[in-house]
RNA sequence: GGCCUUAUCGUCUAUCGGUUAGGACAUUGCCUUUUCAAGGCAAGAAGCCGGGUUCGACUCCCGGUAAGGUCACCA
């Protein structure tokens, strides 16, 4: 059983430097610190760099960067130490050396003397007769004395089925086939991830190991271990697999997994990702789908956390990241979109504030707002194009006597509103019973097209208010002028 | 192939033996200052199959089936 009665939470996130993180990845760390920061306890986050030839270079930088992001803070980690430092398996070697030591001189762990080449005579063996490969069954007699060169396995004596508890799974278990003995020191003097977690989650007191479900089947291995080890185990909590949306595997980085920061540039609030990723594989059991990291942490619990697997469905995440873009701050909202405006426009704070609320309609995502920068969609905003082009084209072979009379209505109309009427209120107020009395269609959408040059547009009394009294003027007057 | 895990609308899920099986995304339709967007309203849409247990099973048990994971000197 494990040992973790009225001890202090303590949980951690152990990436392994080899790239960018991925969403799975992150969504393993939050749950790990959602349950840690609920409890008052401590995360921990260590780096797992046990395999020197997959490293890749900036890793490191690019996960904290990315947890950072995201709003995943820790206690104790690579950058700012801790109680327990370092925080990076490969500056710990002496301690996981000391301990292999150890079990080699208590005769729980033995040298293998086989070669490469020999190991793969033995499982095409077993493939051959169809039986699964157990390293136990070709087990040296007499296994040379461990020099640190070659690889040091755990002893395996007695291999029977095991059972456990895991708090998000319940009762599980699995049969001896799935125990064998397995490296703990690989011949480079680094240990294996199967090894170095163990330990270091018992110097650094971790309680809840959070982690996703590819590790059901190792879990006799270390069930092993800590028994070798004379160790009480933490809490396994295992996480369900997220699926990748078109098929049915495990969302992992050959399958189109992105990097999160990958959603950072496509214009995704870290809030709503963190909601979203939170929710794949949780809920708080009621109706609630958009929810503050507060709430999200008072209804955290263990016992709500799926089983089942779930899809990585981005149609609900543009959807949430539209509800976090509605309540956002008014100076966020105002920064985020000022920013990425100021790409190609330069536009007054004043004129800022009109718009935002018709840019936030129309944007789900921020990258969409860039989008619509390039392609000059909101360019009847800032800029008077040539709006007679298109309205030409849109209706070629129309009669243009009635718009064209409809236009110089409104253009007199225009002129004699005040500057300071020149509001949406204002505006609809006045021109509205002009607009029901000539017929809403055959002067809404000349004046529409006159405004914006476009077919599709906002309102037009909007766009009045928001091109201003001289510029409305100046664009319905083209407008008529070619009419 | 062995071992393991999982299984409710297209998708994410609620239900902890008794419900017209609820919600959200997506889809479709309707409404609104005749467009676009947003918003509102509405509709369609689900318990993998077969056995048990029980007065009663989506829910518990068993067996299939399907999907996924794992069997590295990767983590």
Redesign the pocket.
């Known amino acids: 059983m494990p040992d973790t009665a009225n001890k202090k939470i303590v949980t951690r996130f152990?990436?392994?430097p080899?790239g960018f993180m991925h969403v799975g990845s992150v969504r393993t760390a939050l749950f790990a610190w959602l349950f840690a920061k609920k409890n008052n306890g401590t995360f921990i986050l260590r780096i797992?760099?046990?395999?020197k030839?997959?490293e890749v270079e900036g890793s490191i930088e690019h996960i904290i960067k990315s947890l950072k992001w995201i709003g995943v803070d820790w206690d104790e980690g690579p950058d700012i130490g801790g109680p327990n430092a370092p925080y990076v398996?490969s500056q710990r070697l002496d301690t996981y050396k000391k301990y292999a030591q150890e079990l080699y001189n208590k005769g729980l762990a033995y040298a293998?003397p086989?070669?490469?080449e020999e190991?793969d005579k033995f499982?095409k063996e077993?493939?051959k007769k169809?039986?699964?490969?157990?390293?136990r069954d070709y087990r040296p007699e007499n296994p040379p004395k461990w020099d640190g060169t070659?690889?040091l396995r755990l002893k395996i004596s007695e291999p029977k089925?095991l059972t456990w508890n895991d708090l998000a799974?319940?009762?599980?278990?699995?049969?001896p086939?799935?125990l064998?003995d397995?490296?703990l020191?690989?011949?480079?003097g680094?240990?294996?991830?199967?090894f170095?977690?163990i330990i270091d989650d018992l110097y650094m007191g971790v309680t809840h190991i959070f982690r996703?479900?590819?590790?059901?089947?190792?879990?006799?291995k270390f069930l092993a271990l800590y028994e070798a080890l004379g160790i009480k185990r933490p809490e396994f909590v295992?996480l369900?697999?997220i699926?990748g949306?078109e098929?049915?595997?495990?969302l992992?980085k050959r399958d189109g997994a992105k990097d999160v920061l990958g959603y950072k540039d496509d214009g995704i609030l870290p809030q709503a990702l963190l909601n979203f990723l939170v929710?794949?594989?949780?809920?708080p059991?009621?109706?609630r789908?958009v929810m503050s990291l507060k709430e999200i942490m008072q209804a955290f619990e263990i016992?709500?956390i799926?089983?089942?697997?779930?899809?990585?469905?981005e149609?609900?995440l543009?959807?949430?990241n539209?509800?976090y873009i509605?309540r956002l701050p008014d100076d966020q909202l105002k920064k985020e979109i000022s920013d990425r405006l100021s790409k190609k426009y330069t536009c007054s704070d004043e004129l800022l504030d009109r718009i935002i609320p018709?840019i936030t309609?129309?944007?789900?995502t921020f990258g969409e707002l860039e989008k619509y920068v390039k392609e000059g969609e909101f360019d009847y905003f800032f800029i008077p194009p040539t709006p007679l082009k298109e309205m030409i084209i849109w209706k070629k072979d129309a009669d243009f006597e009635i718009p064209k009379k409809n236009l110089n209505i409104i253009l007199e109309m225009i002129e004699k509103i005040s500057e300071t009427d020149f509001t949406l209120?204002k505006l609809?107020?006045i021109l509205?019973p002009k607009?029901n009395e000539l017929?809403?269609?055959?002067?809404?959408?000349p004046l529409?097209v006159a405004l914006s040059g476009?077919?599709?547009?906002?309102?037009?009394?909007?766009l009045l208010s928001v091109i201003g009294k001289e510029e409305s003027l100046t664009r319905i007057q083209k407008a008529i002028n070619v009419l």
């Open positions: 152990a990436p392994s080899t797992e760099d046990t395999d030839e997959r398996q293998d086989y070669s490469k190991l499982r077993s493939e169809k039986i699964a490969f157990l390293y070659q690889p089925r799974r319940g009762e599980l278990s699995a049969g086939e799935a064998d397995f490296i020191m690989k011949s480079d680094f240990p294996t991830y199967n170095a977690h996703a479900d590819e590790f059901i089947s190792s879990t006799p295992t369900p697999p699926l949306a098929g049915k595997k495990k992992g929710f794949i594989g949780w809920n059991g009621d109706d789908e016992n709500k799926q089983t089942g697997g779930g899809k990585f469905n149609d609900k543009i959807w949430l539209k509800e509605k018709t309609e129309r944007i789900n209120d609809s107020a509205m607009a017929g809403k269609g055959s002067l809404l959408w529409r476009r077919e599709k547009s906002p309102d037009p009394f909007y």
